[in-house]
Nanobody, 125 residues
Framework: QVQLVESGGGEVQAGGSLRLSCAAS????????VGWFRQAPGKEREFVAS????????YYAPSVEGRFTISRDNAKTTVWLQMNNLKPEDTAVYYC??????????????????WGQGTQVTVSS
């Protein structure tokens, strides 16, 4: 079992930045790829970014590539999502998720077994 706790959400103006954290409790955290997903009101959950178990590969949704950066420190069992140049359309609840594999998959939510409770990000115009 992997428990995930997100933090770092909040409200920011358009063009601002936030850094989300995902703290994991897992003895073999490096064996788990981690992804960030988001869900806006009335919309389906969508993929944002993912990172391989040892952190050498990352994958981004086109809507965030160049603005968001995912990283991890396995010694700290933590994954971060640095979000720059935020836009109102980035407003959503952000979830981190883990899957028991080195590779991060194809960006589908069903590929991930463990989920955090989510953290709200609100970007005002």
């Amino acid at each position: 079992q992997v428990q995930l706790v997100e933090s770092g959400g909040g409200e920011v103006q358009a063009g601002g930045s936030l850094r989300l954290s995902c703290a994991a409790s897992a003895r073999t955290f490096s064996n788990h790829a981690v992804g960030w997903f988001r869900q806006a009101p009335g919309k389906e959950r969508e993929f944002v970014a993912s990172i391989s178990g040892i952190g050498t590969s990352q994958y981004y949704a086109p809507s965030v590539e160049g603005r968001f950066t995912i990283s991890r420190d396995n010694a700290k069992t933590t994954v971060w999502l640095q979000m720059n140049n935020l836009k109102p359309e980035d407003t959503a609840v952000y979830y981190c998720a883990a899957r028991p594999a080195e590779h991060y998959g194809l960006g589908y939510a069903f590929e991930y077994s463990f989920w955090g409770q989510g953290t709200q990000v609100t970007v005002s115009s």
